[in-house]
């Protein structure tokens, strides 16, 4: 620049100085302007806005982030956290604020052009009901006729998912939905229809009322935490409890941290500063990933186990636990802990192995009380419940029963001994404490060796050749130190643990590893073939999670999620991970133990919801439905699975599974009543009724004999039976064709009868399973109608026939809780609802009403037989001592039947439909008449039923006069908020006395000092509000403290809902004796193509790739992961323009660049993943952080964003879960017995889907869309 | 000494989660309107990768910025402005949409009006420049996470400035998540580049603006502007900015990004600085010597002799005291653990950045280090993934050792509170080991991790009563064409003095929303929110019910 050129343009700036009011520096470089509040009004303007609003987000991430939306000139602009949550304290970071982007996006939807403004019906079906009604037909017979009619209804359900939707009138729609279900009822049976709407603690009320709508017509409601696979199997197992974990603000009390398959930074985004934030106190955080997830970022070591893996890096790190701190030394608190909280001392029967392991025992059945006799242990005769009393040695060798067993829970005479106070009993941790201990060779089942092999010896382990990956059988056997007590041969549960995990002990017979560095099963050089973590590094994190625990009392955590949960066999993962914080006595800790973090959630008024929700204010039992067995037979999954269950079994099983599959399994299962079964059986239940009131018998008599006698026979053995097809569906805030349907395009084929992608083949004739009837034609469309309610267009809605248009979450009052903070806080409408949209809760009563408007002519007043399983936290979960199938293998007919022993309880019910809605609006009788049982604990709320009816009235007249009213949304949250410990200081403390009484231990002073609180709706609308501690859940928020599961269990030595009362490393049901899994034990992801023919080999080595492959044909067989997406909640927020556009736009894989290169796929190209169950279109998105041989594509990507047509099926392109199908694993179907026992979503089946595989390709990248 | 007061952002990257929380609540208050479909006045970026717009870092090829001449002073890169009188009616040298990313909808209404068909109904991209059907190739946040790493990290100019070479393995891989708005620079090279002089720095709090009536779209801000953070309005043919929220600033509340950043990295609060020392610390002769000067400009608020001053130049006692508990202040001079994003650029930058930790190197593939001890239970500085050089390139203009500097602090703060979290006696050498004492460390700690919301944020209200008198108030008939009229600018006409907000509002507001965007859903008469302003109730927001249709 010229000096002269430098002057004019000074010069230029000076006479803007003299021109302008600001003032230019100096030097002329910059321009200095007082205010700027007039220059830039257009922004001023823009900020300003008329009211804020708070409200949250009734999506399924369990989030619960209170808002304030923004409203301008009566039209929702835009939202921003809340940040008034009351304070964790002072040395702590606080909740504020909490949301994330998808929350922050949400706004978009209210006008957004996928908004459903209207109802709608499928125009072929609309046609049909239109042309009946016109000839005369009332709208029931109009239903009748058309659904009757093969050609009409092959008709309309063929169009489902293919547009022509179009707008019908609120008055038209409901009518339709109504007469569906009224038709529905007289002909098939109530338990033929069905509703499914997950995780109530998003919106109570708006899950509450469509639930309550379905089971007090008699209909089912389905199960989802266990459908979604978020279910950790392992926490009923090991906790007796379905999922309790530490609100988020507890991670900062860790002292070290594992986040283990739990990306929290996506998916917990609201809390993950508390992680961060812990670093700076001193936290090592440790992420265990097989690609760098966001977390990996913030960890002190990232490990990378190959998918699947994660359960031998636990027993290795286990392994080293063991050996360091309770072999080698006993650390005092490891030891003390697992004498007092896990059946770690108690005693396990040994049993002549079966097969294949001369010499050696098996690990059988707990001793119980009922084993002994009185010489050997004193009283034994006079105790209650003896089979569910196990016994454990004392530090002087002799047999006790130890206090809070289950055999103490129920009955009269240990009333006040069902606690943990061990007395001045000492547990003996392991026989070999004693003197005179005898030693014994012990056979323990392996899985990770060559499939198909089955190898076995007495003198070593079995060789170990070929890919460790991939699940054979071998057996191992090892030596336990035993002592005899009353003729057992018994061991001690730790004992059988060091066994387990290899660690040696001197004098043991059996063949030990070495070392550390001897890849014998449990060691971390094992693990290292398994895994690909380096030895050392397994065994220094594993060294330094037991020392941290020594080091801060027990402030070892693991966050835990999706990525290790949603295997097949994850219970055996997370019995792994389990195993290391009750070792290292982290449980019940503020600052250790689990944390699960994957669908889990926490309705924190869940006394008050289940009263709701269940219709249990008017009619009990209802039926709940495990949610996996539903869709497996609904959609005929069954059909093309054919799993023989013995490939699952232990090499040393007794052989209960032999020659059966899965399906047979779940047959049995629905038989004994340890699962529920609902369509139940192939009659419609209100007729069953009738018949036994005709042939003068109770309805349970009436039942057995008919089933004895071959003429009734359980709707689950011949699903295909017209008579036993689910025939009305009522989806709402929920997607399950787009999100969680496993087995997509299944359901497409066979529940709506419409074009679908499977290409596998149905089973073959000796793969079937021989429980069931095999019908030669698969049915198509089994369900009559489809109902859906929703805000926006999903794959839900877009195969649906009826669609109803919702109110979003800014447009409607509800309440809303998690377990991620310890707030109750409200949904308030910003706007009322526009266009013709109704909030669930007026949609549900408008379709009541006219429910029970058609029930005079065609229902009147009815009687159901109601089958309901043996149910956990009652008596009813000592149905089956020593969980041993006496009569196994003995076809069910000739069994003894026993309703509620052997088979599900049987119970008459009153089903009046002319009073269903108004029932439904009015909180009924039950509730202070019966009273309130959560989880065992009784609550009486009588003088809260007087209260609701001050505050919201009485009925005035008709079926429900005089009885509280629940006609309005804001009514029902004050009636969930009067009727929950946690927002009731007056049920908290009288929960906790009436536990009290049980345990014999002081527990109300955790509640007693909010005795007199009651917290309100305007409460919770005015701000987030704390919830006070309640027998409900098991840990404490007395006093302020961070909420952690079972603290109260270990403070005040409250019983987990366990057979030993205790956490449990053992299980002795005879179903895990069969599948091997008594103890921990790595079980590897399936192998799809060795179970499954038609399924795609993975290849094991891999060849390095020189030059990328140009071939049209070349293919890559990986692993099908679906982790949770950054740009979603689930299917929410995906189609979101904001989301979309910080993304890329549309439906992508992530893939290595090695497999992309096998592909010559580069980055943002077209795809196509094909597998025997579908196929998805997708752009790859290519990365390093990709690891070789597995790719992603994110969790409930729908099919309604950029998807064009499929070159492999010549439609559109699927959705995530068009690749995956369900499969059952047995253990999850065990039932009748202790902590295996049935609760709704806290035990069942998981819908999980991580071991799939599939071949992808590089398509045409000439896209079309139609 | 001209004591001048600055409201400034640290951001914390140690704890960002990447999350774009900022982006979208910033983009829903501020630009979801039309013309402003493809900015983010904040926007998040992985690291290493591409940034937006791409490779806006390239100042070679963008000539954003400042360069100092021989002769010691200072020129923006892209030519005085002589150099910009002389090209205003060519093309500027500025990023296109493309490089940006070209905006996008979806035909979303044809998921419920596609006609029975023989497929499920979907909604297809389309442009919202064009309205036409297009392929999806770049957006907002292309290489998020590293996607694409492979087709696209190597263009990273900070990485492609490195000595070292970054593998793209996934054995080696790091990332790290870089949010960024507007600078609010002490010397702003757009403010230089505005030949409209419609830019300008407030004088009370520093914050840059563009005044809307003012710009006459020449653009030479957004080439001027290194980091790429002045936006054209295609729609108004103005140049739009992140304003730092001023609306809310100016009464005591936080940025919309900082409010709403769950991560709760984000501070705000003022810093007192010399404005006559700017000049000369930002044309210090060798780069590695900017963030020193920078430093040097800003002056200690608990300083008697910069009280007296402050004092003396109007600046409220409120304001002072906010100066006082500034975090800013305190983590950029204090514990010295806040950079500056890209001093080598010369702007003097006012958002300064902490920088991120990250895992070790080696667990993945070897053994990592002997846990025996417990003191290496962190690792080395010299262990981690994200390259220290890489860092430098971001934040000292490529010299490593104050970056190290900063994480070894970080590195000692967690060693030293792990011992006072289980109990133990804390050790005061890991303090002194990098220049602190065991209560700085706590104090530092107390800021980073509990972070409490008054903590984070110390922002003084505006002092609207003197405000008043220098705008409408005063001047208020001094406006192009109003009777006070001062006449057409040098620059052509209303390059003068800013219109009062009554006339600016009544006119631009009303265009907004009378015009409907060429591009919006495929159903017309249909408003997608994205391109709603947040005023009125525009034609099509809410459909006329259309009696005839409904059954």
């Not at chain 1, 957004?112 to 016109?134: E, F, I, K, N, Q």
């Not at chain 1, 034994?380 to 040695?393: G, R």
């Not at chain 1, 299944?746 to 419409?754: A, E, I, M, S, W």
């Not at chain 2, 100092?68 to 090209?87: E, F, H, Q, W």
């Given at each position: 620049?010229?000096?002269?050129?430098?002057?004019?343009?000074?010069?230029?700036?000076?006479l803007?100085?003299h021109l302008?009011?600001?003032?230019?520096?100096?030097?002329?470089?910059?321009?200095?302007?007082?205010?700027?509040?007039?220059?830039?009004?257009?922004?001023?303007?823009?900020?300003?806005?008329?009211?804020?609003?708070?409200?949250?987000?009734?999506?399924?991430?369990?989030?619960?982030?209170?808002?304030?939306?923004?409203?301008?000139?009566?039209?929702?602009?835009?939202?921003?956290?809340?940040t008034?949550?009351?304070?964790?304290?002072?040395?702590s970071?606080?909740?504020?604020?909490?949301?994330?982007?998808?929350?922050?996006?949400?706004?978009?939807?209210?006008?957004?052009?996928?908004?459903?403004?209207?109802?709608?019906?499928?125009?072929?079906?609309?046609d049909?009901?239109?042309?009946?009604?016109?000839?005369?037909?009332?709208?029931?017979?109009?239903?009748?006729?058309l659904?009757?009619d093969?050609?009409?209804?092959?008709?309309?359900?063929?169009a489902?998912?293919?547009?022509?939707?179009?707008?019908?009138?609120?008055?038209?729609?409901?009518?339709?939905?109504?007469?569906?279900?009224?038709?529905?009822?007289?002909?098939?049976?109530?338990?033929?229809?069905a509703?499914?709407?997950?995780?109530p603690?998003?919106?109570?009320?708006?899950?509450?009322?469509?639930?309550?709508?379905?089971?007090?017509?008699g209909?089912?409601?389905?199960?989802?935490?266990?459908?979604?696979?978020?279910?950790?199997?392992?926490?009923?197992?090991?906790?007796?409890?379905?999922?309790?974990?530490?609100?988020?603000?507890?991670?900062?009390?860790?002292?070290?941290?594992?986040m283990?398959?739990?990306?929290?930074?996506?998916?917990?985004?609201?809390?993950?500063?508390?992680?961060?934030?812990?670093?700076?106190?001193?936290?090592?955080?440790?992420?265990?990933s097989p690609?760098?997830?966001?977390?990996?970022k913030?960890?002190?070591?990232?490990?990378?186990?190959?998918?699947?893996?994660?359960?031998?890096?636990a027993?290795?790190?286990?392994?080293?636990?063991?050996?360091?701190?309770?072999?080698?030394?006993?650390?005092?608190?490891?030891?003390?802990?697992?004498k007092?909280y896990s059946?770690?001392?108690?005693?396990?029967?040994?049993?002549?192995?079966?097969t294949?392991?001369?010499?050696?025992?098996?690990p059988?059945?707990?001793?119980?009380?009922?084993?002994?006799?009185?010489?050997?242990?004193?009283?034994?005769?006079?105790e209650?419940?003896?089979?569910?009393?196990?016994?454990?040695l004392?530090?002087r060798?002799?047999?006790?029963?130890?206090?809070?067993t289950?055999?103490?829970?129920?009955?009269?005479?240990?009333e006040?001994?069902?606690?943990?106070?061990?007395?001045?009993?000492?547990?003996?941790?392991?026989t070999?404490?004693?003197?005179?201990?005898?030693?014994?060779?012990?056979?323990?089942p392996?899985f990770?060796?060559?499939?198909g092999?089955?190898?076995?010896?007495?003198?070593?382990?079995s060789?170990?050749?070929?890919?460790?990956?991939?699940?054979g059988?071998?057996?191992?056997?090892?030596?336990?130190?035993?002592?005899?007590?009353?003729?057992h041969?018994?061991?001690?549960?730790?004992?059988?643990?060091?066994?387990?995990?290899?660690?040696?002990?001197?004098?043991?017979?059996?063949?030990?590893?070495?070392?550390?560095d001897?890849?014998?099963?449990?060691?971390?050089?094992w693990?290292?073939?398994?895994?690909?973590?380096?030895?050392?590094a397994?065994?220094r994190?594993?060294?330094?999670?037991?020392?941290?625990?020594?080091?801060?009392?027990?402030?070892?955590?693991?966050?835990?999620?999706?990525?290790?949960?949603?295997?097949?066999?994850?219970?055996?993962?997370?019995?792994?991970?389990?195993?290391?914080?009750?070792?290292?006595?982290?449980?019940?800790?503020?600052?250790?133990?689990?944390?699960?973090?994957?669908?889990?959630?926490k309705?924190?008024?869940?006394?008050?919801?289940?009263?709701?929700?269940?219709?249990?204010?008017?009619?009990?039992?209802?039926?709940?439905?495990?949610?996996?067995?539903f869709?497996?037979?609904?959609?005929?999954?069954?059909?093309?699975?054919?799993?023989?269950?013995?490939?699952l079994?232990?090499?040393?099983?007794?052989?209960?599974?032999?020659?059966r599959?899965?399906?047979?399994?779940?047959?049995?299962s629905?038989?004994?009543?340890?699962?529920?079964?609902?369509?139940?059986?192939?009659?419609?239940?209100?007729?069953?009724?009738?018949?036994?009131?005709?042939?003068?018998?109770?309805?349970?008599?009436?039942?057995?004999?008919?089933?004895?006698?071959?003429?009734?026979?359980?709707?689950?053995?011949?699903?295909?039976?017209?008579a036993?097809?689910?025939?009305?569906?009522?989806?709402w805030?929920?997607?399950?064709?787009?999100?969680?349907?496993?087995?997509?395009e299944?359901?497409?084929?066979?529940?709506?009868?419409t074009?679908?992608?499977?290409?596998?083949?149905?089973s073959?004739?000796?793969?079937r399973?021989?429980?069931?009837?095999?019908?030669?034609?698969?049915?198509?469309?089994?369900l009559?109608?489809?109902?859906t309610?929703?805000?926006?267009?999903?794959?839900?809605?877009?195969f649906?026939?009826?669609?109803?248009p919702?109110?979003?979450?800014?447009?409607?009052?509800d309440?809303?809780?998690?377990?991620?903070?310890?707030?109750?806080?409200?949904?308030?409408?910003?706007?009322?609802?526009?266009?013709?949209?109704?909030?669930?809760?007026?949609?549900?009563?408008a379709?009541?009403?006219?429910i029970?408007?058609m029930?005079?002519d065609?229902?009147?007043v009815?009687?159901?037989?109601?089958?309901?399983?043996?149910?956990?936290?009652?008596?009813?979960?000592?149905?089956?001592?020593?969980?041993?199938?006496?009569?196994?293998?003995?076809?069910?007919?000739?069994?003894?039947?026993?309703?509620?022993?052997?088979?599900?309880?049987?119970?008459?019910?009153?089903?009046?439909?002319?009073?269903?809605a108004?029932?439904m609006?009015?909180?009924?009788?039950?509730?202070?008449?019966v009273?309130?049982?959560?989880?065992?604990?009784?609550?009486?709320?009588?003088?809260?039923?007087?209260?609701?009816?001050?505050?919201?009235?009485?009925?005035?007249?008709?079926?429900?006069?005089?009885?509280?009213?629940?006609?309005?949304?804001?009514?029902?949250?004050?009636?969930?908020?009067?009727?929950?410990?946690?927002?009731?200081g007056?049920?908290a403390?009288?929960?906790?006395?009436?536990?009290?009484?049980?345990?014999g231990?002081?527990?109300?002073?955790?509640?007693?000092?909010?005795?007199?609180?009651?917290?309100?709706?305007?409460d919770?609308?005015a701000?987030?509000?704390?919830?006070?501690t309640?027998?409900?859940?098991?840990?404490?928020?007395?006093?302020?403290r961070?909420?952690?599961?079972?603290?109260?269990?270990?403070?005040?030595?409250?019983?987990?809902?366990?057979?030993t009362?205790?956490?449990?490393?053992?299980?002795?049901?005879?179903?895990?004796?069969?599948?091997?899994e008594?103890?921990?034990?790595?079980?590897?992801?399936?192998?799809?193509?060795?179970?499954?023919?038609?399924?795609?080999?993975?290849?094991?080595?891999?060849?390095?790739?020189?030059?990328?492959?140009?071939?049209?044909?070349?293919?890559?067989v990986?692993?099908?992961?679906?982790?949770?997406?950054?740009?979603?909640?689930?299917?929410?927020?995906?189609?979101?323009?904001?989301?979309?556009?910080?993304?890329?736009?549309?439906?992508?894989?992530?893939?290595s660049?090695?497999?992309?290169?096998?592909?010559?796929?580069?980055d943002?190209?077209?795809?196509?993943?094909?597998?025997?169950?579908?196929?998805?279109?997708a752009?790859a998105?290519?990365?390093?952080?990709?690891?070789?041989?597995?790719?992603?594509?994110?969790?409930?990507?729908?099919?309604?964003v950029?998807?064009?047509?499929?070159?492999?099926?010549?439609?559109?392109?699927g959705?995530?879960?068009?690749?995956?199908?369900?499969?059952?694993?047995?253990?999850?179907?065990?039932?009748?017995?202790?902590?295996?026992?049935?609760?709704?979503?806290?035990?069942?089946?998981?819908?999980?889907q991580?071991?799939?595989?599939?071949v992808v390709?590089?398509?045409?990248?000439?896209?079309?869309y139609? | 000494m001209?004591v001048?007061?600055?409201?400034?952002m640290?951001?914390?990257?140690?704890?960002?989660?990447?999350?774009?929380?900022?982006?979208?609540?910033c983009?829903?208050?501020?630009?979801?309107?039309?013309?402003?479909?493809?900015?983010?006045?904040?926007?998040?970026?992985t690291?290493?990768?591409?940034?937006?717009?791409?490779?806006?870092?390239?100042?070679?090829?963008?000539?954003?910025?400042?360069?100092?001449?021989?002769?010691?002073?200072?020129?923006?890169?892209?030519?005085?402005?002589?150099?910009?009188?002389?090209?205003?009616f060519?093309?500027?040298?500025?990023?296109?949409?493309?490089?940006?990313?070209?905006?996008w909808t979806?035909?979303?209404?044809?998921?419920?009006?596609?006609?029975?068909?023989?497929?499920?109904?979907?909604?297809?991209?389309?442009?919202l420049?064009?309205?036409?059907?297009?392929?999806?190739?770049?957006?907002?946040?292309?290489?998020?996470?590293?996607?694409?790493?492979?087709?696209?990290?190597?263009?990273?100019?900070?990485?492609?400035h490195?000595?070292?070479?970054?593998?793209?393995?996934?054995?080696?891989?790091?990332?790290f998540?870089?949010?960024?708005?507007?600078?609010?620079?002490?010397?702003?090279?757009?403010?230089?580049?505005?030949?409209?002089?419609?830019?300008?720095?407030?004088?009370?709090?520093?914050?840059?603006?563009?005044?809307?009536?003012?710009?006459?779209?020449?653009?030479?801000?957004?080439?001027?502007?290194?980091?790429?953070?002045?936006?054209?309005?295609?729609?108004?043919?103005?140049?739009?900015?992140?304003?730092?929220?001023?609306?809310?600033?100016?009464?005591?509340l936080p940025?919309?990004?900082?409010?709403?950043?769950?991560?709760?990295?984000?501070?705000?609060?003022?810093?007192?600085?010399?404005?006559?020392?700017?000049?000369?610390?930002a044309?210090?002769?060798?780069?590695?010597?900017l963030?020193?000067?920078?430093?040097?400009?800003?002056?200690?608020?608990?300083?008697?002799?910069?009280?007296?001053?402050?004092?003396?130049?109007g600046?409220?006692?409120?304001?002072?005291?906010?100066?006082?508990?500034?975090?800013?202040?305190?983590?950029?001079?204090?514990?010295?653990?806040a950079?500056p994003?890209?001093?080598?650029?010369?702007?003097?930058?006012?958002?300064?950045?902490?920088?991120?930790?990250?895992?070790?190197?080696?667990?993945?593939?070897?053994s990592?280090?002997?846990?025996?001890?417990?003191?290496?239970?962190f690792?080395?500085?010299?262990?981690?993934?994200?390259?220290?050089?890489?860092?430098?390139?971001?934040?000292?203009a490529?010299?490593?050792?104050?970056?190290?500097?900063?994480?070894?602090?970080?590195?000692?703060?967690?060693?030293?509170?792990?011992?006072?979290?289980?109990?133990?006696t804390?050790?005061?050498?890991?303090?002194?080991?990098?220049?602190?004492?065991?209560?700085e460390?706590?104090?530092?700690?107390?800021?980073?991790?509990?972070?409490?919301?008054?903590?984070?944020?110390?922002?003084p209200?505006?002092?609207a009563?003197?405000?008043?008198?220098?705008?409408?108030?005063?001047?208020s008939?001094?406006?192009?064409?109003?009777?006070?009229?001062?006449?057409?600018?040098?620059?052509?006409?209303?390059?003068?003095?800013?219109?009062?907000?009554?006339?600016?509002?009544f006119?631009?507001?009303?265009?907004?929303?009378?015009?409907?965007?060429?591009?919006?859903?495929?159903?017309?008469?249909?408003?997608?929110?994205?391109?709603?302003?947040?005023?009125?109730?525009?034609?099509?927001?809410?459909?006329?019910?259309?009696?005839?249709?409904?059954?």
């Amino acid at each position: 620049m010229k000096l002269t050129s430098v002057a004019t343009e000074d010069a230029l700036v000076r006479l803007g100085r003299h021109l302008r009011r600001g003032e230019v520096s100096e030097d002329l470089r910059r321009l200095y302007l007082e205010g700027g509040r007039g220059g830039d009004s257009f922004y001023r303007d823009r900020w300003s806005h008329d009211k804020v609003v708070r409200s949250t987000h009734g999506v399924n991430c369990t989030g619960s982030c209170s808002w304030k939306v923004y409203v301008k000139d009566g039209i929702i602009t835009w939202e921003t956290q809340q940040t008034d949550y009351p304070s964790v304290g002072p040395d702590s970071p606080e909740y504020e604020p909490r949301g994330c982007p998808r929350g922050a996006a949400f706004s978009w939807y209210t006008y957004s052009p996928t908004r459903v403004r209207y109802p709608y019906v499928r125009g072929v079906l609309l046609d049909a009901y239109r042309a009946a009604r016109r000839q005369g037909h009332d709208p029931v017979e109009a239903w009748a006729e058309l659904t009757a009619d093969p050609e009409t209804a092959a008709a309309y359900k063929r169009a489902r998912g293919k547009g022509g939707l179009v707008r019908a009138t609120w008055e038209e729609a409901a009518e339709i939905v109504a007469a569906a279900h009224v038709h529905t009822i007289s002909r098939y049976g109530p338990d033929r229809i069905a509703g499914f709407s997950p995780i109530p603690a998003m919106s109570m009320v708006s899950h509450g009322v469509g639930a309550r709508f379905v089971q007090m017509l008699g209909g089912t409601m389905l199960s989802f935490y266990d459908w979604y696979a978020d279910l950790p199997v392992a926490s009923p197992q090991v906790f007796g409890d379905q999922t309790d974990v530490p609100e988020s603000a507890d991670w900062w009390n860790a002292a070290y941290l594992i986040m283990w398959g739990s990306n929290i930074p996506v998916t917990r985004t609201p809390d993950a500063h508390f992680m961060t934030e812990a670093r700076y106190r001193g936290q090592k955080v440790v992420a265990v990933s097989p690609d760098y997830a966001d977390n990996t970022k913030f960890a002190d070591e990232w490990l990378a186990p190959h998918p699947g893996t994660d359960g031998a890096l636990a027993l290795a790190m286990g392994h080293v636990i063991l050996r360091e701190y309770l072999v080698e030394q006993r650390t005092p608190r490891f030891e003390q802990y697992l004498k007092q909280y896990s059946d770690s001392p108690f005693l396990v029967r040994l049993e002549p192995a079966p097969t294949g392991a001369p010499g050696a025992y098996v690990p059988g059945k707990f001793l119980t009380a009922a084993d002994l006799s009185d010489d050997v242990l004193p009283g034994t005769s006079a105790e209650a419940n003896p089979h569910f009393k196990p016994v454990l040695l004392d530090s002087r060798g002799r047999p006790v029963v130890p206090n809070g067993t289950l055999g103490h829970r129920y009955g009269e005479t240990d009333e006040g001994r069902w606690n943990l106070d061990l007395g001045d009993v000492d547990p003996a941790l392991s026989t070999a404490d004693l003197p005179g201990a005898g030693t014994a060779l012990v056979a323990l089942p392996r899985f990770d060796v060559v499939p198909g092999v089955s190898t076995s010896s007495t003198n070593g382990d079995s060789s170990t050749s070929g890919d460790p990956h991939t699940g054979g059988k071998g057996v191992v056997v090892r030596g336990v130190p035993t002592r005899r007590i009353g003729g057992h041969l018994v061991t001690t549960v730790f004992d059988l643990m060091l066994a387990q995990y290899g660690v040696s002990r001197p004098g043991l017979p059996g063949v030990w590893p070495q070392g550390y560095d001897d890849p014998a099963p449990g060691t971390p050089a094992w693990q290292e073939e398994i895994t690909g973590v380096p030895a050392a590094a397994a065994a220094r994190i594993g060294r330094e999670f037991a020392q941290n625990a020594v080091d801060s009392d027990g402030r070892s955590m693991i966050i835990m999620g999706a990525g290790t949960n949603h295997w097949f066999h994850s219970d055996t993962i997370y019995r792994a991970f389990l195993a290391l914080t009750t070792m290292t006595g982290c449980q019940g800790v503020n600052g250790g133990g689990w944390a699960h973090y994957v669908g889990q959630e926490k309705c924190r008024p869940v006394t008050g919801w289940a009263q709701y929700a269940g219709g249990l204010d008017w009619v009990r039992p209802p039926r709940q439905m495990i949610g996996t067995a539903f869709w497996y037979l609904a959609t005929d999954q069954w059909r093309y699975d054919g799993l023989p269950a013995d490939t699952l079994a232990s090499p040393l099983a007794p052989g209960a599974f032999a020659g059966r599959t899965t399906a047979d399994t779940l047959v049995e299962s629905a038989q004994r009543g340890w699962m529920p079964s609902y369509p139940t059986f192939d009659r419609n239940p209100l007729d069953l009724a009738d018949e036994a009131r005709t042939a003068g018998k109770k309805p349970a008599e009436h039942v057995v004999d008919e089933l004895k006698a071959g003429r009734l026979r359980f709707a689950v053995e011949d699903p295909d039976d017209p008579a036993n097809f689910p025939r009305v569906l009522t989806v709402w805030r929920a997607n399950i064709l787009g999100s969680s349907g496993k087995g997509n395009e299944y359901f497409l084929k066979h529940l709506l009868g419409t074009d679908s992608a499977v290409s596998a083949q149905e089973s073959t004739p000796d793969r079937r399973p021989r429980s069931m009837t095999w019908r030669e034609d698969a049915p198509r469309g089994k369900l009559d109608l489809l109902v859906t309610m929703d805000f926006r267009m999903t794959s839900t809605t877009l195969f649906s026939d009826v669609v109803l248009p919702a109110a979003t979450w800014y447009e409607k009052h509800d309440l809303s809780s998690t377990d991620m903070h310890p707030f109750v806080h409200a949904f308030n409408p910003a706007i009322d609802p526009p266009w013709q949209t109704r909030t669930d809760f007026a949609a549900f009563h408008a379709i009541a009403r006219k429910i029970s408007a058609m029930a005079v002519d065609h229902l009147g007043v009815r009687h159901d037989v109601v089958a309901s399983p043996l149910a956990h936290d009652t008596p009813d979960e000592m149905a089956v001592p020593h969980g041993t199938l006496a009569d196994s293998g003995v076809p069910f007919r000739e069994r003894h039947l026993v309703p509620g022993i052997n088979m599900p309880k049987l119970a008459e019910v009153e089903r009046d439909y002319p009073a269903f809605a108004a029932r439904m609006a009015a909180l009924g009788p039950l509730t202070d008449g019966v009273g309130m049982v959560t989880k065992g604990v009784m609550f009486s709320p009588d003088a809260e039923v007087r209260r609701l009816g001050e505050v919201n009235g009485l009925v005035p007249d008709g079926p429900a006069a005089g009885r509280p009213r629940l006609d309005r949304d804001t009514q029902v949250c004050e009636a969930i908020l009067a009727l929950s410990g946690t927002t009731n200081g007056r049920l908290a403390v009288q929960g906790f006395e009436h536990l009290e009484r049980r345990t014999g231990r002081p527990l109300a002073d955790l509640a007693r000092g909010e005795a007199g609180k009651r917290i309100t709706f305007a409460d919770v609308q005015a701000r987030p509000t704390p919830v006070i501690t309640s027998p409900e859940w098991s840990g404490s928020e007395h006093g302020g403290r961070r909420y952690s599961a079972f603290v109260v269990n270990v403070e005040r030595l409250k019983p987990w809902h366990t057979l030993t009362g205790r956490q449990h490393f053992y299980l002795d049901h005879d179903w895990l004796v069969e599948l091997g899994e008594q103890l921990p034990v790595y079980r590897p992801p399936l192998d799809l193509h060795l179970l499954f023919p038609d399924s795609p080999a993975l290849s094991g080595s891999r060849q390095p790739v020189v030059e990328p492959v140009e071939s049209p044909e070349a293919e890559v067989v990986v692993r099908y992961l679906t982790p949770h997406s950054k740009w979603s909640i689930h299917s929410e927020y995906q189609d979101n323009l904001f989301m979309l556009s910080l993304s890329r736009g549309g439906p992508n894989i992530w893939m290595s660049p090695a497999d992309a290169a096998r592909i010559g796929v580069v980055d943002n190209e077209w795809v196509e993943a094909v597998n025997r169950n579908g196929v998805v279109v997708a752009r790859a998105v290519v990365s390093h952080r990709m690891p070789e041989g597995t790719v992603y594509m994110h969790h409930a990507t729908d099919r309604t964003v950029d998807v064009p047509i499929a070159e492999a099926s010549g439609l559109r392109g699927g959705i995530h879960n068009s690749l995956t199908r369900i499969l059952l694993k047995p253990s999850h179907l065990a039932g009748g017995y202790a902590q295996l026992s049935y609760a709704f979503n806290y035990l069942g089946p998981t819908g999980n889907q991580r071991d799939e595989v599939t071949v992808v390709r590089r398509r045409s990248q000439e896209v079309r869309y139609s | 000494m001209k004591v001048m007061a600055q409201m400034s952002m640290v951001m914390n990257l140690d704890k960002c989660i990447g999350c774009h929380t900022c982006s979208v609540t910033c983009k829903q208050a501020w630009t979801n309107r039309s013309g402003t479909e493809y900015v983010w006045f904040n926007n998040v970026e992985t690291r290493p990768g591409l940034g937006y717009p791409r490779t806006y870092q390239d100042q070679g090829r963008w000539q954003g910025g400042w360069v100092r001449t021989k002769r010691g002073k200072l020129k923006p890169r892209a030519g005085g402005r002589l150099k910009k009188l002389a090209t205003i009616f060519a093309n500027p040298k500025m990023p296109s949409i493309q490089d940006y990313y070209e905006p996008w909808t979806y035909d979303y209404d044809m998921l419920l009006s596609s006609p029975q068909g023989a497929h499920t109904p979907v909604a297809r991209p389309k442009s919202l420049l064009t309205g036409k059907d297009m392929n999806i190739e770049w957006s907002a946040n292309w290489d998020d996470d590293l996607a694409g790493s492979t087709a696209t990290m190597q263009d990273d100019p900070v990485l492609k400035h490195m000595s070292e070479h970054v593998a793209e393995e996934l054995e080696q891989t790091f990332m790290f998540y870089l949010p960024r708005i507007c600078e609010h620079c002490l010397n702003p090279s757009c403010v230089a580049s505005c030949p409209s002089g419609a830019m300008y720095k407030r004088a009370e709090d520093g914050i840059v603006l563009v005044d809307q009536e003012a710009c006459r779209g020449w653009r030479m801000c957004v080439t001027g502007c290194p980091y790429k953070k002045v936006y054209f309005n295609h729609k108004t043919g103005k140049a739009e900015k992140c304003t730092l929220c001023y609306p809310r600033i100016e009464v005591g509340l936080p940025t919309v990004c900082s409010e709403t950043c769950v991560g709760r990295l984000r501070y705000l609060g003022l810093v007192l600085y010399d404005a006559d020392r700017v000049t000369e610390a930002a044309a210090v002769e060798d780069e590695h010597d900017l963030l020193a000067a920078q430093r040097a400009v800003f002056l200690d608020p608990d300083d008697p002799e910069v009280v007296a001053a402050a004092r003396r130049e109007g600046i409220p006692e409120d304001w002072i005291e906010a100066a006082q508990a500034s975090p800013i202040w305190k983590l950029i001079n204090d514990y010295e653990v806040a950079l500056p994003l890209h001093p080598e650029y010369r702007t003097l930058p006012m958002v300064w950045y902490i920088p991120p930790l990250s895992p070790v190197v080696d667990v993945v593939a070897s053994s990592g280090n002997d846990g025996e001890d417990p003191r290496t239970l962190f690792a080395a500085i010299s262990q981690l993934r994200i390259p220290l050089e890489y860092l430098a390139g971001l934040f000292t203009a490529g010299d490593t050792r104050p970056v190290e500097r900063v994480l070894r602090r970080l590195a000692a703060m967690r060693s030293y509170m792990r011992d006072v979290n289980l109990g133990n006696t804390p050790d005061e050498e890991a303090a002194g080991a990098v220049g602190m004492t065991g209560q700085e460390v706590q104090e530092m700690y107390r800021l980073l991790a509990i972070a409490k919301y008054q903590d984070r944020y110390v922002i003084p209200t505006a002092h609207a009563e003197q405000a008043r008198d220098l705008e409408e108030i005063a001047c208020s008939l001094d406006y192009e064409g109003g009777p006070g009229m001062g006449g057409a600018g040098p620059l052509g006409e209303s390059s003068g003095p800013p219109v009062p907000v009554a006339v600016e509002n009544f006119h631009a507001l009303s265009s907004r929303q009378t015009a409907d965007s060429p591009n919006g859903p495929s159903t017309p008469g249909r408003v997608n929110l994205l391109n709603w302003d947040g005023n009125g109730r525009p034609a099509g927001l809410f459909p006329p019910s259309d009696r005839k249709n409904a059954p």
